[in-house]
């Protein structure tokens, strides 16, 4: 997110007159001070001033209506996978997109509460539930070694089946710095995880507990070897119901038309009063 200071001619000159004006300084010039009141005005007259109010009113409702459904291990349980992905960098990603790790947290609270409003404003059939369940997968944990060639992926292959450890042959052949050391193995994750390639979760997903791969997977990474590691089973799609919901609420985040009818019934049962005249149509956009 790019900030621009936008300051006009009329901007440097301050007229004397803002002195008199009534309100907290917000800052103080040779010429004048600038009054809360003063910034107000100016702030709710443009398009980020309307969006800030317009995210302010909704995070409010949600917190009133969902607030206890997300806790806050949930909200650092995705701080930190972002930390993890992107290391040394993390706060110079945050400060590119004008963010600090405070406003980030935020944020991601703000999404936890719209998808718990989602999940509790959306009527989910038996017939979604099972077709969402097909494609579903419960949590797995697996090691993997990555290698840049596919006779080095053989090899290792020929090694765990004369009995090596795949522990130690992630740490003698792996080229993923991050894992090697710990056997290969990485965080866990089920069939809505975006971070990991297609080829590499589906073949993943037809192992068994103690199972390697017999032939390398080719993957962006390079050439891999999957072991599973804890394949738990899938059961019915009864037992999984809460997790099908929030897979398929997932989606409907990214569908414009699905999150907007959801704001516009959480927005109203906010029982929302906008005070300012000048605002009073900020959520027509929302509620119409």
């Given at each position: 997110m790019s900030k621009k200071w936008l300051v006009g001619i009329a901007g440097l000159m301050l007229s004397v007159t803002l002195v008199a004006c009534?309100?907290?300084?917000?800052?103080?010039?040779?010429?004048?001070?600038?009054?809360q009141d003063e910034y107000y005005s100016s702030m709710k007259e443009t398009s980020q001033g309307k969006q800030t109010l317009q995210q302010m009113i909704l995070n409010k409702v949600l917190e009133k209506q969902y607030g206890d459904k997300v806790e806050s291990s949930e909200v650092n349980a995705q701080l930190n996978k972002y930390k993890s992905q992107y290391g040394s960098q993390f706060k110079t990603v945050l400060q590119s997109q004008g963010m600090t790790?405070?406003?980030?947290?935020?944020?991601?609270?703000?999404?936890?509460?719209?998808?718990?409003?989602?999940?509790?404003?959306?009527d989910f059939s038996d017939k979604e539930l099972k077709k969402q369940f097909k494609d579903y997968q419960p949590k797995v944990t697996v090691n993997?070694?990555?290698?840049?060639?596919?006779?080095?992926?053989?090899?290792?292959?020929?090694?765990?089946?004369?009995?090596?450890?795949?522990?130690?042959?992630?740490?003698?052949?792996?080229?993923?710095?991050?894992?090697?050391?710990?056997?290969?193995?990485?965080?866990?994750?089920?069939?809505?995880?975006?971070?990991?390639?297609?080829?590499?979760?589906?073949?993943?997903?037809?192992?068994?507990?103690?199972?390697?791969?017999k032939k390398p997977v080719k993957t962006q990474s390079g050439y891999q070897v999957?072991?599973?590691?804890?394949?738990?089973?899938?059961g019915n799609y009864k037992q999984h119901t809460n997790e099908l919901k929030e897979q398929m609420a997932d989606s409907k985040m990214n569908d414009s038309s699905s999150l907007q009818k959801v704001v516009k019934k959480v927005l109203k049962k906010g029982d929302v009063d906008i005070q300012d005249n000048d605002l009073k149509n900020v959520l027509a956009d929302y509620l119409k």
């Amino acid at each position: 997110m790019s900030k621009k200071w936008l300051v006009g001619i009329a901007g440097l000159m301050l007229s004397v007159t803002l002195v008199a004006c009534g309100g907290k300084s917000v800052a103080t010039t040779n010429g004048g001070k600038i009054t809360q009141d003063e910034y107000y005005s100016s702030m709710k007259e443009t398009s980020q001033g309307k969006q800030t109010l317009q995210q302010m009113i909704l995070n409010k409702v949600l917190e009133k209506q969902y607030g206890d459904k997300v806790e806050s291990s949930e909200v650092n349980a995705q701080l930190n996978k972002y930390k993890s992905q992107y290391g040394s960098q993390f706060k110079t990603v945050l400060q590119s997109q004008g963010m600090t790790e405070k406003s980030l947290k935020e944020q991601l609270r703000s999404n936890l509460l719209l998808k718990q409003a989602v999940i509790a404003n959306t009527d989910f059939s038996d017939k979604e539930l099972k077709k969402q369940f097909k494609d579903y997968q419960p949590k797995v944990t697996v090691n993997q070694i990555t290698t840049s060639s596919k006779d080095k992926a053989e090899k290792v292959i020929k090694e765990l089946d004369n009995g090596k450890k795949f522990t130690d042959l992630a740490k003698k052949y792996s080229t993923d710095s991050s894992t090697k050391n710990k056997g290969g193995r990485i965080d866990k994750f089920d069939n809505t995880n975006s971070s990991l390639d297609s080829k590499f979760k589906s073949a993943a997903f037809k192992l068994k507990n103690g199972e390697y791969t017999k032939k390398p997977v080719k993957t962006q990474s390079g050439y891999q070897v999957i072991q599973m590691v804890n394949h738990p089973d899938k059961g019915n799609y009864k037992q999984h119901t809460n997790e099908l919901k929030e897979q398929m609420a997932d989606s409907k985040m990214n569908d414009s038309s699905s999150l907007q009818k959801v704001v516009k019934k959480v927005l109203k049962k906010g029982d929302v009063d906008i005070q300012d005249n000048d605002l009073k149509n900020v959520l027509a956009d929302y509620l119409k």
